[in-house]
């Protein structure tokens, strides 16, 4: 007798939803390894080349502030700042 198994979906996220919430997780992870754990430190917008969803989700949750850094003579560059609870999460879940 031929037994046929179900495919498993286990390690993919079964809505979209859950997929952009991975991302964003990644992101903050990515953010917290870049600056080493290191508050009031961020990095620029554009070197994380992230998608719109993924940092908006992650600015939902708490995760992430974007913010327009100034400097003298400089264009404004927009850069994102881990939140007390972004650093909570990915030491968490990191260490």
């Given at each position: 007798?031929?037994?046929?198994?179900?495919?498993?979906?286990?390690g993919r996220p079964r809505r979209p939803t859950e997929a952009v919430d991975i991302?964003?997780?990644?992101?903050?992870?990515?953010?917290f390894d870049a600056i080493?754990?290191?508050p009031e430190t961020w990095r620029p917008l554009l070197e994380?080349?992230?998608?719109?969803e993924t940092l908006a989700r992650a600015v939902e949750r708490g995760w992430v502030v974007v913010l327009d850094h100034r400097r003298e003579g400089q264009p404004t560059v927009r850069v994102?700042?881990?939140t007390?609870?972004?650093?909570?999460?990915?030491?968490r879940n990191l260490h």
């Open positions: 007798m031929r037994r046929y198994t179900q495919g498993s979906n286990e991302a964003a997780r990644y992101l903050v992870y990515k953010v080493s754990g290191t994380l080349e992230e998608k719109i994102v700042v881990l007390d609870d972004g650093r909570r999460m990915a030491r």
